[in-house]
């Protein structure tokens, strides 16, 4: 069973910066389609980020445009999230999501439990 791990995030006042990084517990994973989601409390959970670390491509939520980075090995085992003036409103848990090729052309998906993101005001 693959598991994802993120880490990097905490408490920081706004206007700061955090940047989160994800990868499999067991180094085993190595995915071409990675992406960030967040989920405040009470609010569904949203998209934010993705990578597509083969092309080199990348795709940001109008919200973070200019602000949040992310990027990835090229092996594509770990994304990141370089996140810079970070809002109040932006307090979340983060997640990371993985989607890696199954039988035939099924594609499989992971999820990350979460790390939280607070932004003081």
């Known amino acids: 069973q693959v598991q994802l791990v993120e880490s990097g995030g905490g408490l920081v006042q706004a206007g700061g910066s955090l940047r989160l990084s994800c990868a499999s517990a067991?180094?085993?994973?190595?995915?071409?389609?990675w992406s960030w989601y967040r989920q405040a409390p009470g609010k569904e959970r949203q998209f934010v980020a993705n990578i597509s670390v083969r092309e080199g491509r990348t795709y940001c939520a109008e919200a973070v445009k200019g602000r949040f980075t992310i990027t990835a090995d090229k092996p594509g085992n770990t994304v990141y999230l370089q996140m810079d003036s970070l809002t109040h409103e932006e307090t979340a848990i983060y997640y990371c999501?993985?989607?890696?090729?199954?039988?035939?052309?099924?594609?499989?998906?992971?999820w990350g439990q979460g790390t939280q993101v607070t932004v003081s005001s």
């Open positions: 067991t180094c085993t994973l190595s995915s071409d389609d």
């Open positions: 999501r993985a989607i890696v090729p199954g039988k035939g052309w099924n594609r499989i998906t992971y």
